[in-house]
């Protein structure tokens, strides 16, 4: 009976100590490549790419139109494992954000504007 408390206990405190070893990104920002904020770029498929992230297993990447404040439409909404991104987007106004996260942080949001000709 012991035996099974102390293994218990054991499990329990190893199982639990994942967040000791995750690394804390909340003050951290993912380093955008392209497109950069306040672009104007024709329509068609567009590559949205950032720096990886140490600490990081995936990113969120969201695209609204004309802003995220007065949506219109959320254009894209996904989460991903890679560094870049291809979306078709025709004429407008566009924001967008890219977050990284890992199983317990995720980084800071900045949005950026993008307009399309």
Avoid at 8 to 15: A, E, S, V, Y
Avoid at 39 to 51: K, R
Avoid at 84 to 90: A, P
Wanted: charged share 25%; with cysteine; aromatic share 10%.
């Amino acid at each position: 009976m012991k035996k099974t408390i102390i293994i218990g206990i054991f499990l329990t405190m190893l199982l639990s100590c994942e967040a000791i070893f995750v690394e804390n990104i909340s003050d951290e920002t993912v380093e955008v490549l392209a497109p950069k904020s306040e672009l104007t770029v024709d329509a068609g498929s567009i590559t949205f790419s950032w720096e990886e992230l140490e600490g990081t297993d995936e990113y969120h990447l969201k695209i609204a139109t004309p802003n995220f404040l007065n949506a219109s439409q959320i254009v894209l909404d996904t989460v991903i494992e890679k560094r870049f991104f291809s979306q078709s987007l025709s004429t407008g106004e566009y924001e967008w954000t890219i977050i990284g996260k890992n199983s317990e942080y995720e980084t800071l949001e900045e949005i950026y504007k993008l307009t399309i000709r």
